[in-house]
């Protein structure tokens, strides 16, 4: 039996929901079907009852579930004890990042703690929400920066800033119309961020265009930032671009004010609450402070 299987099993577990456990292990379906088969196999008994239209936890599942839970644990306190060992001897921090954070957190980051640890290893990651939080789980990353805010005294994690959403379209496809609410344009092709790699963002854009009661046209689905940003600069559709994305747009791209206020996104710093290692005390004593001095302003 590996670790892989109870992760697999404890996320079907929360989901009730083979669709969404696999989204949130950002695998397949047919996979984790086949990985919860095998598990079953393995312990000998139905973990899961299939039979309802509604999967449940058999009650063998639901014995199961409990040291699943604290094997992933301790599991994960292993690896991180002995990880944080070897950062601490050696001045290494593994960071995740998304492209906000590249542009607006990592360069001041970098530039204090190499002042304060001039050999330490920098190892930065451009990952996906989930693949940082995963990731961090893992203990294969110190710190992590998404949009996502990790409910767990076993981490702590910051929010660093909430992010306004901006409304833009190259000026040829906006062609002069004067643009005040989105039912004008529910119509027209909209550029969109994929829900398995931002689906925070995307989640976002859901509830509000629900809440608005629009069903907007989701011409191209894109799989990282600078897709996104390309093909609203060729001009290919309107779309929703975090503030940060701003400065990447060519100066044909226009952001259209709307009577309906747009939601925000907001940015978090997380790492593991215990961690001994001297670079992330320093560099969260950075956020930290950084924090108390925007909300002080």
Not at 82 to 88: E, G, L, M, S, V
Not at 206 to 227: G, H, M
Request: net charge neutral; hydrophobic share 40%.
């Amino acid at each position: 039996m590996e670790l892989r299987h109870l992760r697999y099993f404890v996320a079907l577990a929360e989901e009730l929901n083979f669709t969404r456990a696999a989204q949130k292990l950002c695998t397949v379906q047919p996979s984790l079907s086949q990985q919860i088969k095998d598990l079953e196999e393995e312990v000998g008994v139905q973990l899961i009852d299939r039979s309802a239209r509604k999967i449940a936890l058999t009650l063998e599942g639901q014995g199961f579930l409990k040291y699943a839970l604290e094997a992933i644990k301790y599991a994960e306190l292993a690896v991180a004890h002995a990880r944080q060992i070897a950062n601490q001897s050696q001045q290494q921090l593994f960071i995740g990042v998304l492209h906000v954070a590249e542009m607006t957190i990592i360069p001041q980051i970098i530039q204090r703690v190499r002042a304060q640890f001039p050999q330490v290893d920098l190892k930065i990651r451009s990952l996906s929400c989930s693949e940082q939080v995963q990731a961090l789980k893992n203990s294969e990353l110190d710190l992590i920066f998404s949009r996502v805010c990790i409910d767990d005294p076993v981490y702590t994690s910051t929010m660093l800033f909430e992010e306004k959403l901006l409304l833009v379209a190259h000026q040829n496809y906006i062609a002069n119309r004067k643009i005040q609410d989105l039912r004008q344009i529910q119509n027209d092709d909209f550029i969109v961020c994929d829900q398995l790699f931002s689906p925070f963002f995307y989640q976002r854009i859901e509830e509000f265009t629900q809440k608005e009661n629009l069903k907007l046209q989701y011409k191209y689905q894109v799989t990282n930032a600078l897709q996104h940003i390309n093909l609203i600069n060729m001009g290919l559709g309107w779309s929703f671009i975090p503030e940060y994305a701003r400065q990447l747009l060519n100066s044909n791209v226009q952001s259209i004010e709307l009577k309906q206020d747009l939601p925000t996104l907001p940015l978090y710093a997380s790492y593991r609450t215990d961690a001994e290692n001297p670079v992330l005390q320093f560099t969260a004593k950075i956020i930290q402070q950084s924090v108390q001095q925007h909300v002080s302003k």
